[in-house]
């Protein structure tokens, strides 16, 4: 017996950015619906956040990848589209 598995939508999209005292954390997060199907169809989503990007006061921006699965050539394009889409 097998199943079908599509992925209906499949992206990363940054976070909304959140102040603690100099710093301002930015999330990137990776959102996943899939359809299954075996007899009848089922929905699942996922939610898995991948990185942050650490702005402080003075300008200074560092990344912090949290994913080991994902390299940061990865999260950089991904990025770059979210922000061509809007």
Known sequence: MSFDNYAIYDKMVLGKPR???DLTFI???HITVRAYYIFSLFLGMSISPEAFIVREAGGMISFYNISADTTFEEL???IM???DEE
Do not use: E
């Open 19 to 21: 102040t603690i005292g």
């Open 76 to 78: 950089l394009a991904n």
């Open 27 to 29: 999330p990137l997060i």
């Open 81 to 83: 589209s979210t922000a």
